[in-house]
């Protein structure tokens, strides 16, 4: 299994930001997908997570902002980050929980100047 995340980048306060992780490898449909970070001498913290169902959970930091969402044929997740804050800079890594176990991807870092 391999993840790639992309579409970190510098991006004002305020502004959004669209974070992209494709999935490959022996994956099915039902694997949850899920988007963490971790700041500058911080513990890496889930941001959000979508079941295969679809159903989702946010960190309470990014409701209302955030949105997860994934497209099962092509086993991909988005991370739509709107109204970021300057506590939204972190590192952000892509997780797949399948039946086999837990994968990640490389991060992608995002960085919002106030």
Request: glycine letters at 14%; hydrophobic letters at 35%; aromatic letters at 12%.
């Amino acid at each position: 299994v391999q993840l790639q995340a992309f579409g970190g980048g510098l991006v004002q306060a305020g502004g959004s930001l669209r974070l992209s992780c494709v999935a490959s490898g022996d994956i099915s449909y039902s694997a949850d997908m899920g988007w963490y970070r971790q700041a500058p001498g911080k513990e890496r913290e889930l941001v959000a997570l979508i079941t295969g169902g679809g159903r989702t959970t946010y960190a309470n930091t990014v409701k209302g902002r955030f949105t997860i969402s994934r497209d099962n044929a092509k086993m991909t997740t988005w991370l739509q980050m709107n109204s970021l804050k300057a506590e939204d800079t972190a590192v952000y890594y892509c997780k797949v929980t399948t039946f086999f176990g837990t994968y990640w991807g490389k991060g992608t870092e995002v960085t919002v100047s106030s």
